[in-house]
């Protein structure tokens, strides 16, 4: 079973700019397709992005063009660039394999806190 370990978190304000990052234990996590999800107060846990084992991205529309996927096989490890933050993008961000036919992953780590205000 593969557990991820996510970081880079912080305080940030409107249309500034952070890098989280996961790393992933395990061999296997280069043949896996994974996501960044996020929960925001009060809110369900949505999907953000999904980067595939070949590295190709999907995006959530909200975050689409100001959100980054992409992985560091070598170092089993998943990143998200996320710029031109708003206030709504304030949420518990979590890495975790991707939905596979509907299922959602079953057992999540703690998540890095972003928090975005003036």
């Known amino acids: 079973q593969v557990q991820f370990v996510e970081s880079g978190g912080g305080l940030v304000q409107p249309g500034g700019s952070l890098r989280l990052s996961c790393v992933a234990s395990g061999s296997i996590f280069r043949f896996l397709a994974v996501a960044w999800y996020r929960q925001a107060p009060g809110k369900d846990r949505e999907l953000v992005a999904t980067?595939?084992?070949?590295?190709?991205?999907t995006y959530a529309d909200s975050v689409k063009g100001r959100f980054t996927i992409s992985r560091d096989n070598a170092k089993k490890t998943l990143y998200l660039q996320i710029s031109s933050l708003k206030p709504e993008d304030t949420a518990f961000y979590y890495c975790?394999?991707?939905?596979?036919?509907?299922?959602?992953?079953?057992?999540w780590g703690q998540g890095t806190q972003v928090t975005v205000s003036s």
């Open positions: 980067i595939s084992a070949g590295g190709s991205p």
């Open positions: 975790n394999l991707e939905i596979k036919d509907s299922k959602w992953p079953g057992s």
